[in-house]
Every structure is written in structure tokens, then in C-alpha cells.
DNA sequence: TATGTTGGCTCAAACGATTGCGCAAATTTG
DNA sequence: CAAATTTGCGCAATCGTTTGAGCCAACATA
């Protein structure tokens, strides 16, 4: 079959362990002569070995691999984080198990069993969010262990997350300057991180604009397209119609500009749209998109840093939770209503551009 | 650290094989007493055993994962078409590895290589499709390996793509019998199958329907929104404008609503487009897309049944070519010029809420 | 009683690498 | 020239599984 140190070793006449030593760099610690290095180098070369990584893996319980679980690669956010862990983990010299739950909870409790019971160096989740027992499993047997977009507070691991909060603040904040009083969330996820967190934003806004919350603009249930169809729909029907909404995602986004279209409404004319994500085709909508964007390169690269930096335990011991701050893109999704307001002014409307 | 079948062996008072044997579900084939069995469960059970899968794996030379060899998984096309090859791929038991070229050649060489040495049981590439010696090698080392959406003929192996002619033939035609004559294509990678395929579509509708073939309306140079954004800029300041561009990805298109949205241009009003692909976003841009729609599922779930038919050997020893059909979904974005033609007034207009 | 058959399990050699220990030969030292 | 030291490398155990071959007891057959 494959060329293994064996055939090494006998062609270059010398034995398995002076070639492992060769191969691995331990030259020197183990005194081999110049000469015979050189010679099983040689034979190394012309043989075109490669090391059987899982022998390799066995005996040094070590695969070079990280698992990397995902409520959806479709979701051109998580797509976009993805690739971007991809990238930097290849850099690193890791290679990336890549598995989806689609945002259920059972099927990431799988998906984590079967990476463990695959000597997985390490794990970067975004977790569903609901429940963590089988993440304090993971964090009990010292599993390196990184939290993507989504964290619990009473998980002691590390984690990189964005301030929901600040850009749900800010977001919010945004439609009040610009006049928007009656305005609607459609959340993703209930009791999750991430969703308390934008949900909480959007409620600290309010409050401190001196604005009335209406439970009824309250609504969603995850971050799926068909969720921002649904909930618009409901929106879009009430006596009381919101001015504008907050949609907590890309994905919903889409959905919510189904809703408007086929209800014959028009963005930002008659509703008014502030997004969470600003994905690549952001700019392009039908009506190009005011939305607060993700960090998405930042977070991929410090949460495979992280990891690996845990994996070689050079990590501090006290589990680090990175904060990335985002940052509101404004275009042309939100009508500016009270063009008397000096903050409005400065706001839209100029970086049209920005894509 | 872990428990093995040595300490499963020790507590049941029985030897490593009955134990293996146990485990393994061949205790009939070795003749292991109904007690023995029951035993060895009940303690593999009370000591949530887990088998190593490093061990397995190189005994075995079967490590139950595949590799994925992806041009660019942030690319909505490619982010769906992955999350159905890993679902499907969980389902039937392996898990994925996933890796990134950004459609560059060196990168994908090393991708390969480096899966090589991991012990994959097999490949599922979409190859930046320039070359294919790395993949001869593959081959020629009775690697199982399908190729997905991209091929080469002169490789024999397994294959998935979709017919790009057909879509393409399609999709120029619709311009035609919506009474475009000046049609443009930016076309993808040159001198790729994929690439090649599309062009040849373009070129046969044109021909079949007596139109000229003006070369400078045939542009581009790669998949992603800039390459759209610049040809398109291009083809809008020529002086004998083209009423139609045909866009050989959502990316292009993605880049060419850019450019024509900055010189305030209209879709379709001034310019007509019909992209491949028909990702999530495309009935939400600013005119809801004509496009080629790939069968993204089939194309996943094909890939891999048909890989892990080739693992277990049950695959046909000829190799295998599934060529699946692309559909094209009409939305808003294709002005009808002349509304004489019959052909044109059965096609667009009515379906606008294909989603 | 000798012989064959079967059931029920264990032994030990793989798979392909790594590594502590130890053994010769070469070299230095006294 | 003997002893001590260094140089250069090999032996064999190990990682956790799987599996062909073999062994012993019990039972059936002649």
C-alpha cells in the first residue's frame, strides 16, 4: 500500500526509529549524524512518503483537526464565519470538521458526541443556545473549547461574541433619530444569548428615548426567512401598523421584504427596515439595507486563535470572553421622518455606498 | 484517561477480543455465549465507553470522514450545496472536511494533498477546473472521488453537474423571445468546463435564432461580485449599450446591480438580466431575479450516495457522469420589448412569487 | 475408550507511528 | 593501555483496535 517509515528504513538501511527521529525534527536531540540524516531524507524524498496521520494520531493523541458546529452554513453569515475559520485554521495547520445542527438542540447534542468520539483537538461551537449540558461535559474533560456568536454566562469557557446589545442599541436608536416611534422587533431565537441580548438593546433604546414599549410589536421566533414572512405579515396587518422594524437578521430580513412586497408596501416609504448582519447582498436588496454589521472576519480568526492557543495550552487558564464591537451601515432602508432632528441629518443617506 | 476495551476486558473478566467482538456485533460469527454478550454490554454501558476512532481507523484504514474541497463556501451557491452534502453525509454515517481554494489552483493542490495524508475515505471536489493532474493522481491511486459541478472530461471518474449548456441555452433564449438582441454574458473562469459550458449555451441560442455574435459583449474573468461589478461598468459605458446582460453567477449579478445601480441605471427598464444560480436572495434584490436555478439539493445528496457507493465499492466500475437539469425561474428583472411576441407573453410576468 | 464435533473463548500479531532506555563503537581522558 | 565518556543508533513497548488461528472443555458418535 502506502510507503510507511518501514520501507524508509530499509531502503536507507537504518531503523524505524532513526527515521521517525529524522522526519520529526529530534535529530538532534537523539545524535544522529549529519550523514544519515541526509540519507534518509534522501530516501524520503525519492520514496514520495507521507505520514500516516492517523498512526500518528493515535500515538500522540493529537488528529491536528477541530470540529466546528454550526446552526447553518446556508446562513450567509455563519457561511461567511465559516470560511474565515477555514482559512485561518488551514494557515495554522489544522484542518476543520465542519457539522450543522440546524438549529436543534438534538442534533448538536450528536454532533458534539460524534466529534468527541473523533479525537478532535478541539471544538468551536455556535451553539444553539437553549441548553448547555453537553457543553459542560465537554468543558469537565478539558476539551478545548471556544464559543462562537452565542455564549452562557454561566459556562465558564472561551468565547467571542459581538455586543448584541450596543448594536441593537444602536439600531434601535437609529430608527428614534430619525422619527420612528412605533417601532417593531422581530426577534430570532427566544431566550438565547444573542436574542436577549438585541432583544434587551432594543428595550434599553426605547427606554431611554422615553418611548413606550408595546408588547404586541414584540414578535418572532428564530432566524429563519420564514419567521420575518410570517411575523410581517402579522406587523403589516395591524390597525396600528409600526413605522418601522428591527429584524433581527439577514434571514428574517428577507422574509420581511417578501411580506411588504406581496402586501403591496413599499421600503422605506411605508415601512421602514434596520437589519442585523449586512451579509454581502445587503446593498443590493430591493431596497439596499440600513443594518448593523458583524465583525464576521474578526470573529473567525480570534475564536480559531483562541482554540488553538487553548489546544497548546498557552491560554490563560482564566477562560476569555472576546467582546467585538459592530457598527451600524446606514443606506436607504429607513425613511427619515422628522427631518427637524439634527442627529437625523448626519445619519443616512450620504454613505449610500458603503458596500 | 479514556476508558478502552482493556478496562471494559478487566472489569468483565473476559479477554480484549470478546470484548471487540461484543462491541462489534460479530458475536455470533465468533460464538460468543448470550451471557459473555450481556455481560460485556452492561459494563461497556456502565462505563459510557467510547470507542477511539483513531485506533479503529488505522486498523481499519476507514476513518468514516470525507473531504470537501470547496472553490468558496461564503458563496450562497456553494454555503447551500455543503450543507446539504453534510447533512446527507452525517446521515449516512461520515463526517466532513471541509476546505477552501478560493478558486486558486496552489491552494487546492495543497487541500488535496494535505487530505491525503489524513486517511479520508474519500473526495467530493469542486475544483478550480484549470487542471486536473493532482486529481489524475487521485484517481490513478483508486481514491474514490466524485466531482461535483465543475469537470474535465478527459478525467474518468465519478461526476455530478448540472447541464450548463441547457441553463444557459435557456436562459439566453428567454432574452431572445423577450426581444433582446444586444445581449452580453460575463462569463465565469475561462477555460473551465463549467465556464465553457455556459458560454457554449450563449453562443448556440444566439446562433439558433440568427444573432450575431459581438465579441466585445462577451466579458469576465472569474465568479465574484467585483469581476461583475467592473464588467458590468464596462458594458454600460460602451456606446452601442447592450439591452441584456446574462450573468454566469448571483455573485456577478450581485457586482453588476452595483455598477448599474451607481450610473443610475433602472433593472430592467434599461437593462435586462438573467443570472445562475437563483440563490436565497434572489427574488429580494432590487429587481427580483430571472435566474438559472441549480438543483442545489440533488447535486449535494448525488455527490455523496454516490461517493460512499464508490467507498463501498458498490459503485459501477464505469464511471459516472449525472448531469441534472437547471430550471429557469422568471421574476422582474428581463424587460419585455416586444410584446408582440407570443413566445414572450406566456413567460414572464405572471410567476413573480417563485420564491 | 478413542475420535470427532462443536461451543466459547483467548493469544498474539497486526495497523503505522513515537520514544525511553540501553548498547556498541569511537573518541577522549588519565 | 585501560577507563571513562561521548557519539550514533537500534530494541521494544506503546497508542486502542481488530481478527485469524488455536486451545480447551464438553458433548456426541462409533
Redesign the pocket.
Known amino acids: 500500500?502506502?510507503?510507511?517509515?518501514?520501507?524508509?528504513?530499509e531502503k536507507a538501511?537504518?531503523?524505524?526509529?532513526?527515521?521517525?527521529?529524522v522526519?520529526?525534527g529530534?535529530?538532534e536531540?537523539?545524535?544522529?549524524?549529519?550523514?544519515?540524516?541526509e540519507?534518509v531524507l534522501a530516501v524520503t524524498k525519492a520514496l514520495n512518503?507521507?505520514?500516516?496521520k492517523?498512526?500518528?494520531g493515535?500515538?500522540?493523541?493529537k488528529s491536528h483537526s477541530i470540529g466546528l458546529i454550526v446552526p447553518d452554513i446556508s446562513n450567509p453569515f455563519f457561511a461567511c464565519v465559516t470560511r474565515i475559520i477555514q482559512t485561518t485554521a488551514f494557515e495554522m495547520g489544522y484542518s476543520l470538521i465542519v457539522c450543522n445542527t440546524n438549529e436543534d438542540l438534538a442534533t448538536e447534542i450528536a454532533q458534539v458526541e460524534l466529534l468527541k468520539s473523533k479525537f478532535i483537538d478541539g471544538f468551536i461551537i455556535m451553539p444553539v443556545g437553549t441548553e448547555y449540558q453537553h457543553l459542560e461535559t465537554l468543558v469537565r474533560k478539558k476539551h478545548p473549547l471556544v464559543l462562537l456568536d452565542r455564549c452562557f454566562d454561566e459556562l465558564k469557557t472561551h468565547s467571542v461574541v459581538v455586543d448584541n446589545h450596543d448594536g441593537a442599541y444602536r439600531a434601535t436608536s437609529h430608527l428614534i433619530a430619525c422619527g420612528h416611534e412605533k417601532i417593531a422587533i422581530i426577534q430570532g431565537l427566544p431566550n438565547t444569548y444573542t436574542n436577549s441580548e438585541r432583544v434587551r438593546g432594543y428595550l434599553d433604546a426605547l427606554r431611554d428615548h422615553g418611548l413606550a414599549v408595546n408588547p404586541q410589536l414584540i414578535v418572532g421566533k428564530d432566524y429563519r426567512r420564514e419567521s420575518g414572512y410570517i411575523e410581517t405579515k402579522f406587523l403589516l396587518s395591524l390597525k396600528d401598523r409600526p413605522t418601522a422594524i428591527f429584524t433581527t437578521s439577514d434571514l428574517i430580513t428577507l422574509g420581511a421584504f417578501q411580506a411588504i412586497a406581496e402586501d403591496q408596501y413599499h421600503i422605506p416609504d411605508d415601512i421602514s427596515i434596520v437589519s442585523f448582519d449586512d451579509t454581502d447582498f445587503a446593498p443590493y436588496l430591493m431596497a439596499p439595507l440600513t443594518a448593523v454589521r458583524q465583525p464576521k472576519e474578526l470573529m473567525g480568526e480570534s475564536a480559531v486563535r483562541l482554540l488553538i492557543e487553548a489546544i497548546d495550552g498557552k491560554a490563560q487558564p482564566e477562560k476569555q470572553r472576546v467582546v467585538l464591537k459592530p457598527q451600524l451601515i446606514t443606506r436607504e432602508s429607513v425613511k427619515i421622518l422628522n427631518s427637524a432632528n439634527p442627529a437625523a441629518h448626519s445619519l443616512p443617506g450620504k454613505n449610500h455606498h458603503i458596500l
Chains 1, 2 share one sequence.
Open positions: 500500500m502506502a510507503i510507511t517509515i518501514h520501507d524508509i528504513a538501511g537504518v531503523s524505524l526509529s532513526t527515521v521517525s527521529r522526519l520529526s529530534k535529530a536531540k537523539y545524535r544522529i549524524s549529519r550523514k544519515t540524516q540519507q512518503y507521507h505520514p500516516n492517523m498512526a500518528q493515535l500515538r500522540l493523541k
